[in-house]
């Protein structure tokens, strides 16, 4: 069975402004606590300084949610999207209760409760909704909602938690074969039903997840001969097929070749020009290209009798873990790393090293700023970009700014490199005498929320680095004054704009910040 049929209610908690926030000499017994991750400490639900209160009827004014829907009742689970870990309500709190939208909130049926009290069933839930967050998922909650349950829970213990014993398992009855395939011949099983598309029958995925763009680039990608990565089928019943890896390209596949009364039209293509594909289905396309998409070799695993039960679980599950979209950051990587051992120093190898100093490390930490996606090393390039692209020359969009900076390491001198990661670990150590945990989070300013942001790393670390030794030495002794005054800048609206994400990442958003930043630190060391 799926989520959504042993669960109450599945949706996002919500977004509010600060603005809408009680001030502290305003919160009563009837104020309405909004619940962030910083309210919360060893699963419990605690009451701070920063913690936030609005009123009811600030709430029904301005947003269309239903309170009274969102509000935690005992037993809710919250699953922080933050941190990948489950909490249990058990409503300490006389008041109602709002969470934030870094929260999805369950309501789950007693079957639910009674897997979700099993350690390994909590972890199994934990591991799949944590993949669809990290995933390219567009709408989250949907693919959530289709994540599988047993029915029998014994199941997730033999499949996803019991270690076969090695004895039992012939290794020489592992069969998996590599072969080329042409898309013709997969088009055709999917055709006479020889190759399952419809995943959610055997496995906890389904098809078109895809947004238009992404299934026609894929379309593009076949049509002008790119690499495509390998697809993985369970090919144990060869009139049958199952798929391991590929459903949303096959799915693409079918929805342009197959379907006839509502065919995928070619959207957002990257090489292929508008006049001649936009808008095409596949019996519009120029013959030449409807061979190339029919004729592409496809890289096809097939796992075949008489594999082992066991294996083929291993093999469904570990395919389906590292199948995860690769972030900006790692194709980044990935595509700038040193090529053989005489070449100087890659981005990134250089990326890496600032991410190692323990000052950084420290605020990674402090921040609880996951470093699987190499989110760390991201938060590295916001720094060097600006470094060595002046912010005056910005242009949108973010992704591709630091797409740009990234490659253009390599052609910055090895004593600017050494320069620039010294003026790295000077900057974040000013900033750390100075704000504490404070640095990088809108409450630097006063302000309750308490989330690191990437935009105030950014203006912050650059006003840092660009001084002088002396200059970091007179901020700390009026590190003070200096906090205060820090508070000052939200009585600018347009600055306060700068920091949300609408207009963080606009030209205009991005030179008003740094001018801003850069001048209120220079004030300070006239």
Same mark, same amino acid.
């Given at each position: ?297 496809? /890289? #096809?695993? +097939? =796992?075949? $009798? ?5 294996? %083929?679980?291993?093999? *469904? ?66 720094? /060097? #970009?600006? +470094? =060595?692209? $002046? ?5 949108? %969009?973010?992704?591709? *700014? ?69 200059? +970091? ?54």
């Amino acid at each position: 069975m799926y989520l959504n049929e042993v669960s109450e209610k599945i949706e996002d908690g919500i977004k509010m402004i600060s603005e809408h926030f009680q001030r502290k000499n305003e919160i009563s017994e009837d104020s309405i606590l909004y619940l962030k991750n910083s309210d919360l400490s060893e699963k419990k639900i605690i009451i701070n300084e920063e913690t936030s209160f609005f009123k009811e009827t600030i709430f029904k004014k301005f947003y269309k949610y239903n309170l009274k829907e969102l509000e935690l009742h005992y037993g809710d689970v919250l699953y922080d999207k933050l941190n990948f870990q489950l909490f249990f309500v058990d409503y300490q709190e006389k008041r109602k209760i709002i969470p934030c939208n870094d929260f999805l909130i369950l309501r789950p049926s007693g079957f639910l409760k009674s897997i979700l009290n099993d350690s390994n069933g909590k972890k199994y839930l934990v591991q799949e909704i944590s993949k669809v967050y990290k995933s390219d998922y567009p709408d989250k909650v949907e693919a959530i909602k289709k994540i599988y349950i047993p029915n029998d829970f014994s199941e997730l213990i033999d499949i996803f938690y019991a270690r076969p014993d090695k004895k039992m398992v012939d290794i020489s009855q592992i069969n998996i074969k590599q072969g080329l395939m042409t898309l013709d011949k997969i088009v055709k099983r999917i055709r006479h039903g020889e190759i399952n598309v419809n995943t959610s029958n055997y496995f906890q995925r389904r098809g078109n997840l895809w947004t238009n763009d992404v299934k026609s680039r894929f379309i593009e990608a076949l049509i002008v001969r790119q690499p495509v990565p390998a697809f993985y089928f369970d090919a144990t019943n060869n009139d049958k097929w199952l798929i391991v890896d590929g459903l949303q390209r096959l799915s693409a596949v079918k929805e342009f070749v197959l379907e006839k009364e509502n065919p995928l039209r070619l959207s957002g293509l990257y090489y292929l020009p508008d006049n001649d594909y936009n808008n095409k289905t596949f019996d519009e396309l120029p013959r030449a290209a409807q061979r190339n998409i029919e004729e592409y070799e496809i /890289i #096809a695993y +097939r =796992i075949e $009798p008489p594999t082992p039960k066991e294996v %083929k679980y291993k093999i *469904f599950k570990s395919i389906n873990e590292s199948a995860l979209t690769l972030s900006n950051q790692e194709i980044r990587h990935a595509l700038n790393h040193k090529i053989n051992e005489i070449d100087p120093t890659s981005p990134a190898e250089y990326v890496k090293e600032l991410s190692e100093e323990s000052i950084f490390k420290k605020l990674i930490e402090t921040n609880n700023i996951s470093t699987d996606r190499m989110l760390d090393r991201e938060i590295v390039l916001r720094y /060097i #970009a600006f +470094r =060595i692209i $002046p912010y005056e020359n910005y242009s949108p %969009k973010s992704s591709e *700014f630091l797409d740009n900076a990234m490659t253009g390491i390599y052609r910055i001198s090895e004593d600017d490199l050494k320069k620039y990661k010294l003026e790295f670990g000077e900057a974040l150590f000013c900033i750390d005498k100075i704000y504490g945990e404070t640095a990088f989070r809108k409450s630097m300013f006063g302000l309750p929320e308490d989330k690191f942001i990437n935009n105030l790393f950014e203006a912050w670390m650059y006003a840092f680095s660009i001084i002088t030794d002396r200059h +970091r030495e007179i901020l700390i002794e009026k590190k003070i004054l200096v906090k205060a005054q820090t508070k000052e800048l939200i009585k600018d609206k347009k600055f306060l704009q700068t920091i949300d994400v609408e207009k963080a990442y606009t030209i205009e958003g991005v030179r008003y910040r740094f001018i801003t930043v850069k001048n209120f630190i220079l004030n300070f060391v006239k």
